[in-house]
């Protein structure tokens, strides 16, 4: 190797080490840091343009102008790729702000790049912003109007009304603030285009002339497929491409990768910048960042964080998400690693070597696939289920069920937390969300079966409480034990005094906490095989445990209670009234 090579080399690890150091600051040491380095131009133009991008925003825009102005023009062009679009329409507002910002951090480095580089882009910006008029040589300037300004008495242009709508930026939009914006508006404007003609007087008049014949929807279409194109490159693709990730892969369907990891690649490229904050955003008790960590060879390593990043922002527009910070970018790191962790404990417990051998694309898929099983097997039961026939709602299913159910009838399907860490629903994280949500779909789908066969009543809906399928059988079941020889069946809350006396038959003895007699359980059993038809055995198979574990919450809501203390307005297990 020579010398030079060498030193490129040295430097670039440098510049690695460096890098990751700088991003894994708090913002405000951060930016100090950055700052007091010598090679702060270096650092920065090392950094992959995702993660100057929620550097920036994690600074805050204002503060970090001076991480701008070291920025290099693709950095530059990446950022205005991400802010200024609203959709499939140039965003004025955005535009405006960010270029000014710009303006602000190299004034002469914008203007040579607006009317060169970015040539086209600009003129689209100009006709939003300005409106053209040429003076001829027998024309008094009078004639223009006073709003018509010039530098150079041929060309005259004068600057439109803004337009707020459609616009991301909504603080600009709110009257308060609608006034300044527009008085700041104007300066940076006048700011840009005389830059702009200092920098070439010539190119600045072309400029505006192209800009008042181009047409705009045309020229507004090419701007935004070749914004695509260059966003699709760091893993932003369409999003009807993007949303391709939510397809279903069946383990067997997985196709090895087309050619081994790090195949050919020097020392040099595998120094080359991959994004940072995606992978520095894992948990480290996550199994697939235990599989990261556990890759010795580096240049593999490398090349698969740059796979997880471009995941990440393929996420980001399926789900059509913005993110301005690692807080933003975190809900994508997170749920890309949970269908991977899901996707690796399918396939294998030697997660690394999957990790080298198929596309992390294809192990997502895999992971997010078990959850739209769930979600298709939820569905399937659910639009021809018993309860849906009877026109219950999903709360009939008790706030569990219901949760569980809810969760994965949404579009995307999401695992039921029950409150747990804060949150109701959050992404299926790990083989386990995925078992556990089978399970209690199975115990919820028996149970319908169940019901059906049990033809009882659920109307008319009580008026004392809400109606559950853990109220509706205990209620019909005492009410059939109460009174034997009675064919009634219809829904009706129990009178609190013969329930009281019923409730008394409950327990094997009065000491507290008091426990339910098994001769109740069998009882209870015997009343289901009688009014349903199916036999014990298949009873106790299918929905053994959800029973047992409907007596066990009689236990703990009502084992404490002494009879005389039976209220309906705190008993739900059972449909009282006074």
């Not at 939510?246 to 090895?256: E, I, V």
């Not at 694309?361 to 298709?376: H, P, S």
């Not at 198979?541 to 209220?567: H, R, Y």
């Amino acid at each position: 190797m020579r010398s030079e090579e060498k030193k490129i080399i040295q430097r670039l690890r440098e510049l690695k080490t460096e890098r990751e150091q700088l991003l894994s600051l708090p913002p405000d040491e951060a930016l100090q840091h950055l700052l007091a380095t010598p090679r702060a131009l270096e650092i920065v133009n090392s950094i992959p343009a995702e993660d100057l991008h929620i550097f920036v925003h994690e600074v805050g825009t204002q503060e970090a102008l001076p991480i701008l102005s070291l920025a290099s023009n693709q950095q530059w062009e990446y950022i205005l790729d991400t802010e200024i679009w609203h959709k499939d329409r140039l965003d004025p507002v955005a535009s405006n702000k960010w270029l000014n910002m710009l303006l602000t951090a190299d004034p002469q480095r914008l203007a040579s790049w607006c009317s060169n580089q970015k040539a086209i882009f600009t003129e689209l910006f100009l006709f939003q912003n300005i409106e053209i008029r040429i003076r001829e040589h027998d024309q008094s300037p009078s004639e223009l109007g006073d709003e018509f300004v010039t530098f150079d008495d041929i060309v005259y242009f004068r600057i439109l009304e803004p337009v707020l709508e459609p616009s991301a930026d909504t603080e600009a939009t709110e009257n308060k603030h609608k006034e300044q914006y527009t008085k700041d508006r104007k300066t940076f404007l006048m700011q840009l285009l005389q830059r702009i003609a200092d920098v070439d007087h010539q190119r600045f008049q072309g400029l505006l002339l192209e800009s008042a014949a181009l047409i705009p929807a045309e020229t507004e279409e090419e701007a935004y497929r070749m914004r695509n194109v260059r966003l699709a490159a760091k893993g932003f693709l369409p999003f009807e491409e993007a949303v391709g990730i939510y397809q279903a892969l069946k383990p067997a369907s997985l196709k090895q990768r087309p050619k081994p990891l790090a195949l050919n690649r020097t020392d040099k490229e595998t120094l080359e910048p991959v994004p940072f904050y995606a992978s520095h955003l894992l948990a480290t008790d996550n199994v697939f960042a235990r599989a990261l960590a556990s890759i010795d060879d580096t240049q593999v390593l490398m090349q698969l964080q740059s796979e997880f990043a471009g995941l990440c922002n393929q996420l980001v527009v399926a789900d059509q998400s913005t993110y301005t910070g690692r807080v933003g970018l975190q809900s994508a790191v997170n749920k890309a690693a949970g269908y991977l962790r899901i996707g690796l404990e399918i396939l294998s417990d030697k997660h690394d070597q999957i990790l080298q051998r198929f596309l992390m694309a294809d192990i997502f898929r895999t992971g997010y696939g078990q959850a739209l099983e769930l979600k298709r097997r939820a569905e399937n039961w659910y639009h021809q289920s018993w309860s849906l026939a009877q026109g219950l709602a999903l709360s009939f299913w008790d706030q569990k069920g219901m949760g569980v159910i809810g969760g994965l009838l949404l579009k995307r399907p999401l695992f039921f937390n029950d409150l747990q860490s804060g949150m109701l629903y959050r992404e299926f994280e790990k083989r386990e969300d995925i078992l556990n949500t089978d399970k209690a779909l199975t115990t919820i789908i028996n149970l319908d079966i169940l019901l059906a066969k049990l033809a009882l009543e659920v109307k008319p809906n009580p008026v004392t409480g809400l109606l559950t399928y853990k109220n509706l059988l205990l209620t019909h079941w005492a009410r059939a034990s109460m009174n034997p020889n009675s064919d009634e069946n219809t829904l009706r809350p129990l009178p609190l005094e013969q329930f009281k006396s019923f409730f008394k038959t409950l327990w094997r003895s009065q000491t507290k906490p008091r426990q339910i007699r098994m001769t109740i359980k069998n009882d209870f059993l015997k009343w289901l095989v009688d009014q349903s038809g199916i036999s014990a055995n298949e009873i106790t198979d299918s929905n053994g445990q959800a029973l047992e574990d409907l007596f066990t919450e009689i236990e703990l809501e009502l084992g404490q209670v002494s009879t005389k203390n039976v209220d309906p307005r705190f008993t739900n297990l059972f449909l009282l009234k006074y």
